[in-house]
C-alpha cells in the first residue's frame, strides 16, 4: 500500500506563490503516475496536473498550464506542484493521488484516476 501525505498548502494573496508537496511511503513510488487534483466546494474534482512515473511527461490543466508546474523527485519520494500568480479561482483543497495502472499522465488527469489518495490540503487565495 501506498501512503501520500499533502503539505505546503495555506492562505496567500492573489498573485502569489505556492509550492505544494506530496510525500510517499511504501511501495516503489516510481511504480507510480501521480497527480494533483483539486475540489472548491460545491465543484466537482478537477485534475489538476498529472507526471508520469519518470518524470518525462506531464499534462496540465488548461486553466492553469500558465501559472502551475508538477515535478517528482523519486529519490524523495515526493512530487511538488509549483503554482505561481494564484488567483481566488484557485482555492480549494488539493489531493495528490497515485496510479499503478497503464496510464499516460494526460489519462489520469482527464480521467481522474487514482488507486491511493491523500487527505488532502487547503489552499486559499484571499487578501
Known amino acids: 500500500q501506498l501512503q501520500l501525505v499533502e503539505s505546503g498548502g495555506g492562505l496567500v494573496q492573489p498573485g502569489g506563490s505556492l509550492r505544494l508537496s506530496c510525500a510517499a511511503s511504501?511501495?516503489?513510488?516510481?511504480?507510480?503516475?501521480i497527480g494533483w487534483f483539486r475540489q472548491a466546494p460545491g465543484k466537482e474534482r478537477e485534475g489538476v496536473a498529472c507526471?508520469?512515473?519518470?518524470?518525462?511527461?506531464?499534462h496540465t490543466a488548461a486553466s492553469v498550464e500558465d501559472r502551475f508546474t508538477i515535478s517528482r523527485d523519486n529519490a524523495k519520494n515526493t512530487v511538488f506542484l509549483h503554482m505561481d500568480n494564484l488567483n481566488a479561482e484557485d482555492t480549494a483543497t488539493y489531493y495528490c493521488?497515485?496510479?499503478?495502472?497503464?496510464?499516460?499522465?494526460?489519462?489520469?488527469?482527464?480521467?481522474?484516476?487514482?488507486?491511493?489518495w491523500g487527505q488532502g490540503t487547503q489552499v486559499t487565495v484571499s487578501s
Open positions: 493521488a497515485a496510479d499503478g495502472g497503464p496510464v499516460t499522465a494526460q489519462a489520469m488527469c482527464v480521467q481522474k484516476s487514482g488507486d491511493y
Open positions: 511504501g511501495l516503489s513510488f516510481d511504480n507510480y503516475v
Open positions: 507526471i508520469s512515473r519518470r518524470g518525462y511527461n506531464t
